[in-house]
């Protein structure tokens, strides 16, 4: 479904996650033959931070109450502070922004769709859950990248000012238990199609093999726990 091909070989890299801020710790996998180049890394990582803003947008319309409009709009905005961010990064290395992101179109926006729920609820819970494991990941693969790396971590570092949609989702678990069950199930489906964004990334569509399925175990454990700890913030079970 995602089937992303990287525009050149990318040179030997090294991938770094960690908990943001914390300079120890960290795991790193040689992702030599896997990361892609940093014209396809920004453009990915732009757009899906113009998704992140489009879909919380929608959101917006679809919300009846005041307080909530006005939480959301945070959100929105924060994302689309992040991806004009980006953007300023492509147009710095004298790249047009519409046509580094745009191979990248057809298959996010699919991803959005997939993740994106019948009713408001599950769709707000998809924009915390997928962007944080997302921005994670990016944040993580940003390392690798040199200066333009490190100026893309700040950006993604920046508060995302999601913290509403988290209370939000809370109150309706908290009023409902029904409400508890739906998006434990959702939040435990969105897992899947998030990491094959990831995978995505890192292949040129054709999957990974078992050598390199090794590699990326300890990443996709520490964003698979980072996940969890989300689904506890909203008082679900991952």
């Given amino acids: 479904m995602f089937n992303w091909l990287r525009r050149r070989r990318a040179p030997r890299r090294v991938l770094t996650l960690r908990s943001r801020g914390d300079a120890s710790g960290a795991t790193r ?7 892609p180049d940093v014209q396809t890394f920004l453009g990915q990582a732009a757009y899906l931070q113009l998704g992140y803003f489009e879909t919380l947008t929608q959101l917006i319309t679809s919300t009846p109450e005041l307080a909530q409009k ?3 709009s945070r959100a929105a905005g924060a994302a689309l502070t992040k991806h004009q961010a980006i953007v300023g990064l492509i147009r710095e290395r004298d790249e047009d922004p519409t046509t580094v992101m745009l191979p990248f179109r057809e298959q996010l926006d699919a991803f959005r769709r997939v993740t994106s729920g019948e009713r408001p ?3 707000l819970l998809s924009v915390h859950l997928t962007a944080g494991l997302l921005d994670d990941f990016y944040h993580a693969l940003a390392s690798t990248y040199g200066d333009t790396g490190r100026r893309v971590s700040v950006i993604l570092e920046a508060d995302d ?3 509403a949609i988290v209370e939000i989702v809370a109150a309706t678990i908290a009023s409902d238990e029904e409400w508890r069950s739906l998006l434990s199930l959702w939040g435990r489906r969105l897992v899947g199609d998030t990491l094959l964004v990831a995978r995505a990334a890192l292949t040129s569509g054709q999957g990974l093999d078992q050598a390199a399925e090794a590699k990326v175990e300890p990443v996709f454990t520490e964003l698979m726990a980072a996940h ?3 689904m506890d913030a909203v008082g679900l079970t991952s």
């Fill in 121 to 123: 609820m599950e769709t």
């Fill in 70 to 72: 006005e939480a959301l």
């Fill in 228 to 230: 969890s700890r989300r």
């Fill in 29 to 35: 996998v040689d992702f030599s033959e896997l990361a």
């Fill in 161 to 163: 000012d999601r913290g």
